[in-house]
């Protein structure tokens, strides 16, 4: 980029603050006052009638853009000469621009930070007006900061900033820039002081072309004392301070192609020497170390290339070749859409002519039509051939439907008697559903009994430990007989409640078997009556085949479950109980 593009980006920001009602006109006025500033800033001498004479068949109106950068270009560009302070006609720009339109809301950083981004922004912003920044640019001015504060470049955070950007537009401005950076969006634990620091040390490289810079001792020619001095590189010369703040500059080793660096040995107690020779006077330099010493030497030795071969410095030429890589890519997209067209109008050409086919297709189609009518006219008169074996399988299907009318009669049939089946077998459910009621009865009454045998053993288990105490009661001594006497009274008693009770169970026992026998005697009904249906259902071709239930004759209910013995057994067990509980009383 040259001085004059470099100049104009910074004009046209202050044009554009002129411009307050955004109409693309600024007033003579503010133009006069403009162009005096630029001159001054500029060393420029000023013509206060010049600008009156390049616009006196004007009216009074304000002026364009377009019309005050002939002007511009005649009166002052042209007359311009790098022999002036940059930084001091940036300043005067920014002031007039920062005024209207800095947001100074939520931002971290410092008004001369933000001059500074101001003044990065116009170096990597491109030759096109309205001035934005690419995406391209504006990652490199972000890696430069972050390596600047000593942080870790995070691509994923930005790679999500680039998304979030594409789905607006491709560019920034130089207010949204100063926004992004100020707001301390890719600062993240960062203090203000750090971010101040990285934003001057990536001014001073990519505005004041500052390769490198740091703390070193230089050797003085008059007095030859050592004296730590803060040193700036740039490709032209190498500017020594009292320190880094730059407020006090002490002098300037001027650098040309004949000028070299050499290393020297140590001495006088110091280490890591190297000297600087120039045309006219040679400077001895000591570092606090070997890395430092030969990153000093490189990096002048770097100079020296760059003033030999007539080179930028080297951010200028990497910015030169990113432009160049995007011309690029722009040529080979435009390229890429240029085929488009020719793709697309090929397209076309192969639309048309599809065109041109689908109408020779609608007059084959037309064609085709005309003989598919002679084709139907033919078919008509073969109709007319065939009517007569028509009428003659007309007679015929007559038949057929007479014999389906007859097989439709005995469907009817069948289907009534299969209803008839169906009523069948839904009384024969509800028989099943009794028979099934009365086994749920008899399962009834089978609990109670068998309750009635538990509470009776029961009965007998405490009549047997009555007996087996009479019997011990008779074996005392007789001296203790009256008393034993009324003991035994007292259990007879018990024992013949005992009796009464056991004679009630034996009742209910009764009871329960009469139940029982009642329930027998529904369950035999009920057989009879599935018995009955069996047979009806066997006349009836046998299409249902009942489940008979068991036999369930009489059986023997215990406390435990159905009884492991006879009646006759039983009987006997009770005749044997008997005579064993006469003993004891014919004993007595």
């Not at 004479?53 to 007359?79: A, C, R, T, W």
């Not at 030429?317 to 890589?325: I, K, S, V, W, Y």
């Not at 995007?326 to 435009?334: D, I, M, N, Y």
Request: proline share 2%.
């Amino acid at each position: 980029m040259g001085l004059r593009d470099e100049l104009l980006k910074a004009i046209w920001h202050a044009f554009t603050a002129l411009d307050v009602d955004k109409s693309g006109k600024v007033s003579k006025s503010q133009l006069k006052v403009l162009s005096h500033n630029l001159c001054t800033v500029m060393k420029i001498p000023h013509d206060p009638v010049a600008l009156e004479e390049h616009f006196k068949d004007d009216d009074e109106g304000p002026v364009s853009n377009q019309g005050y950068m002939p002007y511009l270009n005649k009166f002052i560009l042209d007359k311009v000469q790098d022999n002036f302070d940059r930084v001091d006609f940036n300043k005067m720009c920014w002031t007039l621009c920062a005024r209207k339109n800095l947001n100074r809301n939520h931002l971290l950083i410092t008004d001369d930070d933000a001059f500074k981004i101001w003044c990065i922004f116009n170096f990597l912003s491109e030759d096109k007006y309205p001035l934005v920044i690419v995406t391209e640019e504006i990652e490199y001015f972000l890696r430069k900061l972050t390596e600047a504060m000593g942080g870790s470049w995070v691509e994923e955070r930005f790679e999500e900033y680039r998304t979030q950007l594409s789905s607006k537009q491709q560019c920034l401005s130089v207010w949204e820039l100063i926004e992004l950076i100020g707001t301390g969006h890719f600062s993240m634990g960062m203090d203000r002081q750090t971010l101040s620091m990285g934003i001057s040390e990536a001014f001073q490289e990519l505005i004041l072309d500052v390769l490198k810079q740091g703390y070193m001792l230089k050797k003085g020619h008059k007095r030859k004392n050592w004296t730590e001095r803060w040193f700036l590189l740039r490709p032209n010369a190498i500017s020594y301070y009292v320190s880094e703040d730059l407020t006090e500059k002490k002098g300037d080793i001027m650098l040309d192609a004949d000028c070299c660096v050499e290393s020297l040995p140590d001495k006088e107690g110091k280490k890591c020497l190297f000297i600087v020779k120039c045309s006219e006077k040679s400077f001895e330099i000591s570092v606090s170390d070997k890395k430092k010493k030969q990153e000093w030497i490189q990096a002048i030795q770097t100079c020296f290339t760059l003033l030999k071969r007539d080179l930028p410095a080297p951010h200028h030429e990497a910015r030169q070749r990113r432009r160049e890589l995007r011309q690029k890519q722009q040529a080979e997209l435009e390229q890429l859409e240029e085929r488009m067209r020719e793709l697309q109008f090929a397209n076309e050409n192969k639309q048309r002519e599809l065109e041109a086919m689908r109408k020779k297709l609608e007059e084959a189609a037309a064609e085709a039509a005309e003989e598919e009518r002679r084709r139907l006219q033919t078919q008509s008169e073969l109709q007319d051939r065939y009517r007569t074996d028509l009428e003659r399988e007309k007679l015929v299907r007559q038949q057929m439907e007479e014999q389906v009318a007859q097989k439709s009669c005995e469907l009817e049939q069948y289907l009534q008697r299969v209803k008839e089946l169906e009523d069948m077998y839904h009384r024969l459910e509800e028989a099943l559903e009794a028979e099934r009621q009365a086994r749920q009865d008899e399962e009834t009454v089978r609990k109670l009994q068998a309750r009635l045998l538990e509470e009776e053993a029961s009965k007998r288990v405490e009549l047997e430990q009555l007996h087996l105490q009479q019997q011990i009661a008779i074996s005392q001594t007789e001296a203790e007989k009256q008393e034993l006497e009324n003991e035994r009274l007292v259990k007879e008693t018990a024992l013949q409640a005992a009796m009464h009770q056991l004679d009630q169970l034996e009742n209910d026992r009764q009871g329960a078997l009469q139940q029982y026998q009642e329930v027998m005697k529904k369950l035999e009904h009920a057989a009879n009556e599935t018995r009955s249906w069996k047979d009806r259902v066997a006349h009836h071709e046998g299409l249902i085949r009942l489940i008979q239930p068991g036999s369930k004759g009489p059986q023997r209910i215990t406390n435990w479950g159905p009884a492991a013995f006879t009646e006759k057994e039983l009987s006997l067990r009770e005749k044997d109980w008997q005579e064993k509980r006469g003993r004891p009383a014919q004993a007595q």
